[in-house]
């Protein structure tokens, strides 16, 4: 690989000749010439990676070459080399726009240095502008990239806040639309892509080994510590957290999270040294935060340090013309994966995955694609097909949920089996909007007739998207 441009502009010969063989015995490529009358047809020549100036000899003012840099050479960086003294003269280079000063006698170890440095960022953004060049084209994606004007939003928002790579962010939607695909996307198109990308579902821990989870501890701080352990924020020191389903922290724990966004700082359990960390910390929640900050459930303070971009994921329903190209992408993978004959939808079947409300969104939507290609083998994928793995039992639709269990359950069960898991999730349905029927919409009364606590009434009709009656 051929070494990146320099372009050094000096008025002085031996000035041009020294700092030549110095960065050619470094191993650069170095043009060196006098001050130009047209500096941008020079640059427009030369393409170089980094200019190296002196500006004792500058016929324009300092803050004319920044401004005409930062709008015809935006990514290209320079460093000034300087006699002028003041401290002053460092301070407008740097804050205009140069990626570092130098004054003169000329330092030569010290400006080798910094010639290096001022290239491995060049390197580094330029190669992070190719991956955002792919993701627009669609290309380098793990992911299939939607095209409905939701989703273009969406991505147009990660894309955006990765270029902010201390910024938090905080992603809402249903349980299955994809936010950690999302968040894992901000990271990859963020300067800490090639640092680590940690995630801890908050729910998933229970509330006492969460702190230890994200913090770390030191050996005896409880019972099972036998050895000191880093948290996440230390793995992921450089990099981002992930912190799926926030609104299910403990509000105990609520307080440390906030303390470490003030300070960057934080202690493992047990520990009494502060540890300093750089981490961007991208959220998600399928809650609305807002309602639980209202109920003392969730720190306005918290909710206001993670929601400094808000993006929002819309349920699959709502954005009927993914579904299509969704199903058919993971229809190739899954046909790929399990080296299946090449299969596609008709007519019909297209109508009823659009008609279908999905209520697991995209997660579901890939669960029902590898079911039909693990299950149903080569068999054409027909109405009968789909709605069987859907669980719509063929051509029974006016069929009640009572005589539906019915029937099940006073019949052997199929060769083909059942979708159990999408069969309980309609009789949760059922149950619940019968619950919230039979007590006019109060949500205690509900939970109490169904055994549950109000929160896990909220979270399932939240997840499930039943619609509120009555607070």
Not at 61 to 87: Q, T
Not at 355 to 360: D, K, L, N, R
Request: some cysteine.
């Amino acid at each position: 690989m051929s070494p990146s441009p320099i372009l050094i502009l000096d008025n002085q010969e031996p000035v041009r000749l020294l700092l030549t063989k110095s960065l050619e015995g470094a191993g650069h490529s170095v043009t060196a010439l006098p001050f130009p009358e047209d500096l941008g047809n020079l640059l427009q020549e030369h393409s170089p990676s980094l200019l190296v100036l002196e500006d004792t000899e500058l016929k324009r003012p300092l803050s004319d070459l920044n401004d005409f840099l930062r709008l015809n050479h935006e990514r290209l960086p320079y460093i000034l080399i300087s006699s002028a003294p003041e401290i002053s003269r460092a301070i407008e280079a740097i804050r205009g726009g140069a990626c570092d000063y130098l004054p003169k006698p000329i330092d030569m170890p010290q400006l080798l240095k910094k010639v290096s440095s001022a290239l491995e960022s060049r390197k580094k953004e330029s190669a992070l502008l190719d991956r955002r060049r792919q993701f627009k084209t669609g290309k380098g994606l793990t992911f299939y990239k939607l095209k409905s004007p939701a989703m273009e939003r969406v991505y147009d928002q990660a894309s955006q806040v990765a270029m902010s790579p201390d910024t938090t962010v905080l992603i809402s939607g249903e349980s299955g639309t994809g936010k950690e695909i999302i968040a894992r996307l901000i990271h990859d198109l963020s300067p800490r892509h090639e640092r680590e990308f940690m995630e801890l579902n908050c729910a998933s821990i229970p509330s006492e080994l969460l702190e230890s989870e994200l913090f770390g501890h030191e050996a005896g701080a409880f019972t099972d510590a036998r050895e000191s352990k880093k948290g996440l924020f230390e793995i992921a020191n450089g990099g981002s957290i992930f912190l799926d389903e926030i609104g299910e922290m403990s509000l105990n724990l609520q307080v440390k999270l906030l303390r470490f966004l003030e300070l960057r700082s934080f202690r493992r359990v047990g520990g009494t040294k502060d540890i300093e960390v750089n981490v961007r910390i991208i959220s998600a929640t399928n809650q609305d935060l807002k309602e639980r900050v209202e109920e003392k459930r969730f720190r306005s303070d918290l909710y206001y340090r993670l929601n400094v971009i808000p993006i929002s994921l819309l349920p699959l329903r709502e954005r009927k013309e993914d579904i299509l190209p969704l199903f058919r992408f993971f229809l190739m993978d899954f046909m790929k994966r399990y080296n299946r004959d090449p299969r596609d939808l008709d007519e019909v079947s297209s109508r009823i995955l659009l008609e279908y409300a999905w209520p697991g969104n995209v997660r579901e939507l890939r669960n029902v694609v590898e079911r039909l290609i693990l299950m149903e083998g080569d068999q054409a994928l027909d109405a009968e097909t789909l709605r069987s793995s859907l669980g719509q039992d063929l051509a029974r639709g006016d069929e009640s949920m009572d005589q539906r269990w019915a029937r099940i359950l006073g019949n052997p069960l199929p060769e083909d089996g059942v979708p159990l898991e999408d069969l309980l999730l309609q009789l949760e349905t059922v149950m619940i909007l019968k619950a919230l029927d039979e007590t006019n919409g109060n949500q205690s009364r509900a939970a109490r007739l169904l055994k549950l606590d109000r929160d896990k009434l909220r979270y399932r009709m939240k997840t499930q998207n039943i619609q509120k009656v009555k607070s």
